[in-house]
Nanobody, 121 residues
Framework: QVQLVESGGGLVQPGGSLRLSCAAS????????MGWYRQVPGKQRELVAD???????NYADSVKGRFTISRDNAKKTVSLQMNSLKPEDTAVYSC???????????????WGQGTQVTVSS
């Protein structure tokens, strides 16, 4: 079984910063891409940022220059440093990882439970 556990959400004022972290645990042979998605009620979930096992990164245009994604392959963690937060960044943020559980398995997508980020004065 694989689990992704997130931490670090909360309430912050506009212009503030938050750091989200996600740790993968369980039966894991290898992890390909890890990333963060967000969703607000009534809208589709959108990719915020992702990072490959080789540390190549990809960001949504709306967060470029403000958010930074990083990962620690040895610890099986991915983090999202969010600076200069705006009210429109308010959403539930979910961690995603593409994981192969054994050498003989295919890669599958796993999700964390989600953490609320609210940007408001």
């Amino acid at each position: 079984q694989v689990q992704l556990v997130e931490s670090g959400g909360g309430l912050v004022q506009p212009g503030g910063s938050l750091r989200l972290s996600c740790a993968a645990s369980g039966s894991i042979f290898s992890i390909n891409v890890m990333g963060w998605y967000r969703q607000v009620p009534g809208k589709q979930r959108e990719l915020v940022a992702d990072i490959s096992s080789g540390s190549s990164t990809n960001y949504a245009d709306s967060v470029k220059g403000r958010f930074t994604i990083s990962r620690d392959n040895a610890k099986k963690t991915v983090s999202l440093q969010m600076n200069s937060l705006k009210p429109e960044d308010t959403a539930v943020y979910s961690c995603n990882a593409i994981i192969r559980r054994t050498l003989f398995d295919q890669f599958n997508a796993y999700w964390g439970q989600g953490t609320q980020v609210t940007v408001s004065s």
